[in-house]
């Protein structure tokens, strides 16, 4: 397919609740989506940046800055596939979550134009999902109990609580003696250092899932150190950000288990990859998430339907996220979640929700005066 014009698309999302993890509290999205039109038809893509670098480095507004520069250029005006759009970003060094957006929207166009699903595209399974919910760290342990038994009484049977030291014994414990039965896993999203080690390892009488990031992306010598001594499952969300990475990870006996996230990684397509290297492997991997819109959560639903996805996704029901969210919302079902079927990412972007949402819309096009040329980006509404 030729793409002809790309719009990067921004609208700032509240939260129905804040959300508080071990590196700060966010109130909203500062939500980027990527919006093609190709010969073929349209895609949406979402990127998954925050608004702040502290999950990772990427945030919103550097997310932006490389699109228009070198990421939307390099596609602008050429003939590709779904699958090229990574090598012809290449050039770009890290930026995954923007390549992400950008890749997800042309295969949405790809898929669209040939009436093929995601799901199917990538070679999913299942007709719904398995999900839990991502509790964040609350002011007081009773809140948060009172918060994870509302969501146990909506019908989630997983739940990940937000840790942090000194968050992290006691409110597991309330938790614990609230839910008894309730499967329970924790991330740390880096939030420990070396000292923390005989803490950490206390968390076993727990019985846990798994303990997902404890320490620092980097540290995959201190992660396989505590993996040794825990009965509980260490599982990586930062430290894998590709298909190599996951491996050496494994290798190093650093984590049992694998978050993969599609922005951390830099795509839905270097998501299968990893996936598929740990099926390979009879290691387990779950879908991450990172408070995506209906945009980012179809790709989510998509990717968590192939088979090697084990343990339940972090992805909730839009109502957990969004007052409105700006596709149809993903509604919970027991504890599934549906996967589309439509073609591409099988959802439908609500124009009119955007422009409530006071979304800002900048485009660029093909020149069709100038062999090749192209127009730089200007706001568009
Ligand atoms: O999308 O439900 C969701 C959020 C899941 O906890 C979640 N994501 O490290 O796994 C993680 C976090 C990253 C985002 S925290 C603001
Ligand atoms: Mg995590």
Same mark, same amino acid.
């Given at each position: 397919m030729r793409i002809e014009e790309v719009s990067l698309v921004r609208v700032a999302m509240p939260l129905v609740r804040p959300f508080r993890t071990s590196f700060g509290v966010q109130e909203a999205r500062d939500v980027l989506l990527l919006h093609v039109v190709a010969d073929v038809g349209e895609g949406w893509g979402e990127c !998954? !940046?925050? !608004? @702040? #670098?502290? =999950?990772? @480095? @990427?945030f919103t507004e550097s997310a932006a800055l490389v699109l228009e520069r070198w990421l939307v250029p390099a596609v602008l005006g050429v003939e590709l596939t779904a699958a090229e759009v990574a090598a012809r970003c290449g %050039?770009?060094?890290?930026y995954r979550a923007a390549k992400a957006g950008l890749e997800m929207a042309v295969l949405d166009a790809e898929l669209r134009a040939t009436g093929v699903s995601l799901a199917s595209h990538l070679g999913g399974e299942r007709a719904a999902i398995d999900v839990g919910v991502s509790v964040g760290i609350t002011p007081t342990i009773d809140e948060l109990v009172a918060q994870v038994d509302g969501y146990v009484a909506d019908g989630y049977r997983r739940v990940k609580l937000k840790i942090m030291p000194g968050w992290d014994v006691e409110p597991l414990r309330a938790v614990r003696a609230a839910q008894p039965r309730l499967a329970l896993q924790v991330d740390a999203n880096a939030g420990y250092r070396a000292e923390h080690a005989d803490l950490l390892a206390t968390l076993d009488e727990f019985d846990l899932l798994m303990i997902e %990031? #404890? =320490? @620092? #992306?980097?540290e995959l010598q201190l992660h396989a150190q505590l993996a040794a001594r825990m009965q509980t499952p260490i599982c990586l969300d930062e430290?894998?950000?590709?298909t190599l990475h996951a491996g050496t990870a494994l290798d190093q006996g650093a984590c049992s288990i694998v978050n993969i996230k599609v922005g951390r990684v830099g795509g839905v397509l270097e998501a299968q990859r990893i996936h598929d290297a740990c099926r390979e492997r009879g290691v387990p991997v779950w879908c991450g998430g990172m408070l995506e819109t209906g945009v980012g959560r179809a790709a989510n639903v998509a990717l968590a339907s192939l088979p090697g996805f084990t343990f339940p996704a972090d992805i909730s029901a839009s109502e957990r996220y969004w007052r409105r969210d700006i596709t149809e919302p993903f509604v919970l079902s027991g504890s599934t979640i549906a996967v589309p079927t439509f073609p591409g990412l099988g959802v439908t972007v609500d124009r009119g929700a955007l422009a409530d949402l006071g979304a800002t819309v900048r485009t660029s096009t093909i020149d069709g005066r100038t062999p090749g040329g192209t127009r730089p980006f200007q706001e568009t509404r």
């Open positions: !998954a !940046a925050h !608004a @702040e #670098p502290f =999950y990772n @480095e @990427e %050039q770009v060094k890290g %990031q #404890p =320490y @620092e #992306p980097d430290s894998i950000l590709s």
